[in-house]
């Protein structure tokens, strides 16, 4: 036959997030229904490089998934089932069509093919995760066939200098969130004379809702480890760690097989690559605390030592790990390196803003259609993020706020929804770039209870070293709590403010200065919210128990008995076909009978008192 398995590559998104879908079931009868066609003779294949069947890392749009790709094709089928494998390898085969109902439907309804056409995909501009989705995580030869390590050797011919100088020109900024310049770091440490010297790379992601870094461990391990190689040969390292968290399994996995295949193929260890330079990489594997994504913090993690902060009256360029200068970046800042190296800092630059260059890789989650993982150049507007790409708000809710940053990030309002996305910018309004995380609300959503949430989380995971991050985050998560409650005093928002002022100026470490942007910024621009819970008992977005009751609009009412169905306590009672009614004595103000009911028959109200 004329087309055979070979002249395609068939990629199947092996992230966690489609692993949780069932991609490994899926990726087995795939393989399986191959092997039927083979012995029976309709079909021949061979695995290699130019073709064959792979399993990948994050392809990003994670809602969808288990993604199956067909190269060169580039055909995509989304949330692919096991049952669905046959017809899949008969297309491959040319015995069948395309599978259209596994296709993506974009918002017009028209059937995509390819992931240009898809909305998602569209927008986007990969270079950090430009290999994630295509290669087989670990496998060092399917890396070097899509160019990996060659900015290796490059580097390997230039001097230290000349590495730390194209660094430069990029204008590369860290990030893990401060966005402190890449090469002024570099040359920092380089000039230290002291040795030994360490590089580090963070992969202590723990901000709810963010999987940059992750996927990228995950789906793109050796760049992360060719960008440690060569910040080790700018600075003059000949040891580097890198810190994953212990929460991520299929990470630390990956990373320690394609750390194996580097060292087999000489591109880490004793004499790389002929050129008489020493360096290896271990794997720290953290324990799960938020406060370890500080660098001071997570470096005494590695000496083990408990993971808290220090004053950075000397910075860690200069006296890092065992007091020796460490240069320490996060994952996503590596993973830019070898691209910066290969291309030229001029080239990388004319991607993004002056004052930001380059792409930002986000995880888009939240009250929005399309959420997974979204690199798109810096400067790249909110609303563009949210209504191009992320499709805009589910069920046609209205916009309210979104959070960027993780934790410690602000909310910012629908008014502000054409700013751009750089690290100047998010700062002047009370937010921060953090390290991507991106969680978008609808009307639905309370931004006192927000506050609240973050803070309760902040508190939790504070170290408790210095006063007033200790004692602020409690005295605000009292408060906050108070407010969700109906019990909130005169004063309270003032006393919000001025604790919050207080920490920006006085805490020890980043997670500190940071904790009050979600408190601070929802009271700036959500005040009228905060002056409800606290004058009239009333929660406006209709989400705290105490300050809130449902009822049942009978006009409205068609009887269906979906919210009847879905009342974790019962208290909603009713005949099919007609008005139902809540109990209200019975009814704890969940709301999961607004959320449920088709018809908007849900009547929400404030419960004064």
């Known amino acids: 036959m004329d087309k055979v398995l070979s002249e395609r590559t068939l990629l199947i998104c092996c992230g966690t997030g489609c692993i949780a879908g069932g991609a490994k079931k899926t990726a087995d009868a795939l393989e399986k229904a191959a092997e039927a066609m083979i012995k029976s003779g309709k079909l021949k294949i061979k695995v290699n490089l130019n073709g064959g069947i792979k399993t990948t890392g994050c392809n990003g749009f994670c809602e969808n998934g288990p993604i199956v790709r067909i190269m060169p094709d580039d055909i995509s089928y989304y949330r692919v089932k096991p049952a669905d494998a046959e017809e899949i390898i008969n297309h491959i085969a040319g015995t069948g069509g395309i599978v259209e109902r596994l296709l993506y439907t974009d918002d017009t309804g028209k059937k995509v093919h390819s992931q240009k056409e898809n909305p998602f995909y569209a927008q986007q501009h990969k270079i950090t995760l430009g290999r994630t989705g295509l290669i087989e995580p670990g496998n060092i030869k399917d890396y070097i066939a899509y160019g990996g390590f060659e900015a290796l050797k490059k580097a390997l011919s230039m001097s230290p200098d000349k590495i730390i100088e194209e660094i430069e020109k990029s204008g590369l900024r860290g990030r893990g969130g401060a966005g402190f310049p890449t090469g002024?770091?570099?040359?920092?440490?380089?000039?230290?004379?002291?040795?030994?010297?360490?590089?580090?790379?963070?992969?202590?992601?723990?901000?709810p809702g963010a999987f940059m870094d992750r996927s990228i461990l995950e789906g793109d391990p050796h760049s992360v480890i060719e960008g440690l190689c060569i910040a080790a040969r700018a600075i003059g390292a000949a040891e580097g760690f890198m810190y994953i968290r212990d929460e991520y399994d299929l990470a630390q996995?990956?990373?320690?097989?394609?750390?194996?295949?580097?060292?087999?193929?000489?591109?880490?260890?004793?004499?790389?690559?002929?050129?008489?330079?020493?360096?290896?990489?271990?794997?720290?594997?953290?324990?799960?605390?938020?406060?370890?994504?500080?660098?001071?913090?997570?470096?005494a993690s590695i000496e083990g030592r408990v993971g808290e902060p220090r004053?950075?009256?000397?910075?860690?360029?200069?006296?890092?790990?065992?007091?020796?200068?460490?240069?320490?970046?996060?994952v996503e800042t590596l993973a830019n390196i070898p691209c910066i190296i290969s291309m030229g800092g001029v080239q990388f630059k004319k991607t993004g803003t002056e004052a930001s260059p380059g792409t930002k890789v986000f995880a888009l989650v939240g009250k929005v259609k399309r959420t997974g993982l979204v690199e798109v150049p810096m400067g790249t507007t909110l609303r563009q993020l949210v209504f191009d790409i992320g499709g805009g708000i589910l069920g046609k809710r209205e916009f309210k706020a979104v959070q960027t940053g993780g934790p410690s990030g602000g909310c910012i309002p629908a008014s502000l929804l054409d700013l751009p996305l750089d690290f100047e910018t998010l700062d002047k309004y009370g937010s921060m770039m953090g390290s991507g995380g991106v969680i978008v609300m609808d009307d639905r959503t309370c931004m006192v209870e927000i506050a609240r949430y973050y803070t309760k989380f902040l508190a939790e995971e504070s170290c408790g070293k210095c006063t007033p991050c200790r004692e602020g985050l409690k005295r605000m998560l009292e408060i906050l709590s108070d407010l969700t409650a109906g019990k909130g005093r005169e004063g309270d928002i003032e006393s919000l403010e001025e604790t919050g002022i207080t920490m920006k100026e006085a805490a020890l470490c980043g997670l500190g200065k940071s904790a009050p942007n979600p408190v601070l910024t929802t009271i700036k621009y959500y005040k009228d919210e905060y002056e409800a819970h606290l004058k009239n008992n009333v929660c406006p977005a209709g989400v705290c128990a105490a300050l809130t009751s449902f009822s049942i609009q009978k006009d409205l009412c068609k009887g269906c008995g979906i919210c009847r169905k879905s009342c974790p306590v019962s208290a909603v009672s009713g005949e099919k076909n007609k008005a139902h009614s809540i109990d209200k004595k019975l009814c704890i103000s969940c709301g999961t009978c607004r959320n449920d009911c088709p018809f908007g028959a849900i009547d929400v109200k404030g419960r004064k008192s």
């Open 311 to 330: 004053t950075k009256y000397i910075r860690s360029v200069q006296r890092g790990l065992w007091d020796k200068p460490t240069v320490l970046n996060n």
């Open 253 to 299: 996995k990956n990373v320690h097989k394609a750390l194996e295949t580097a060292r087999a193929e000489k591109y880490l260890g004793k004499n790389i690559l002929g050129s008489g330079w020493d360096f290896d990489i271990s794997v720290v594997r953290g324990g799960g605390a938020f406060v370890c994504g500080e660098s001071s913090a997570l470096m």
């Open 184 to 207: 002024r770091k570099w040359r920092q440490c380089a000039g230290y004379e002291e040795t030994p010297k360490y590089v580090v790379c963070n992969g202590d992601e723990g901000d």
